[in-house]
């Protein structure tokens, strides 16, 4: 129930947007920690004379496996078996979509600083910063997909574990 004071807004809504803050913090924390995952194999990838397309597929795939581990169990709370078709999927398709869109941006500022002879450290340090804006550019519509469709308001009601019954 809905209770207002002294021509206050609803308590409710105060505690859903404190709850949506909380989890928006959370999601920005799980996304740091795979992000530095990812930066992880990606610098060694490309400090190695990997190609960038090379190192931000296995960067993304890094950093995907952990943050949906850890976004699902604690920013959304969910436990158990994930539901391949209601959890799993969703989720592979919103984040690929912004692997993607990582993966594009950083092949694309590698091709642009390969004729400019930069030397080796340079290069890597400009695709790096071009693979961590792209990240940093896809995390507020990742969030709100992930929000909306898959774990959070707008996701199927149904429990993430089932029954053997």
Not at 131 to 151: E, G, H, N, P, Q
């Amino acid at each position: 129930m809905t209770t207002v004071t002294n021509g206050a807004r609803p308590r409710t809504t105060e505690k859903t947007r404190r709850r949506g803050w909380a989890r928006l913090a959370r999601a920005a924390t799980t996304s740091v920690a795979a992000t530095v995952l990812s930066q992880v194999v990606l610098l060694a990838v490309l400090a190695t004379g990997g190609a960038a397309v090379l190192a931000s597929a296995l960067a993304w795939a890094a950093g995907a496996v952990l943050n949906f581990l850890v976004t699902r169990r604690w920013v959304w709370g969910r436990t158990g078996r994930p539901r391949v078709r209601r959890e799993l999927l969703p989720y592979l398709a919103v984040i690929g979509l912004g692997g993607l869109a990582s993966i594009g941006l950083t092949t694309l500022a590698g091709s642009l600083l390969t004729p400019l002879d930069l030397p080796h450290f340079w290069w890597v340090v400009l695709v790096d910063g071009a693979y961590v804006a792209s990240y940093a550019l896809v995390f507020a519509v990742k969030f709100t997909l992930l929000d909306r469709l898959v774990f959070g308001r707008g996701a199927a009601r149904t429990p993430a574990t089932t029954s053997r019954s």
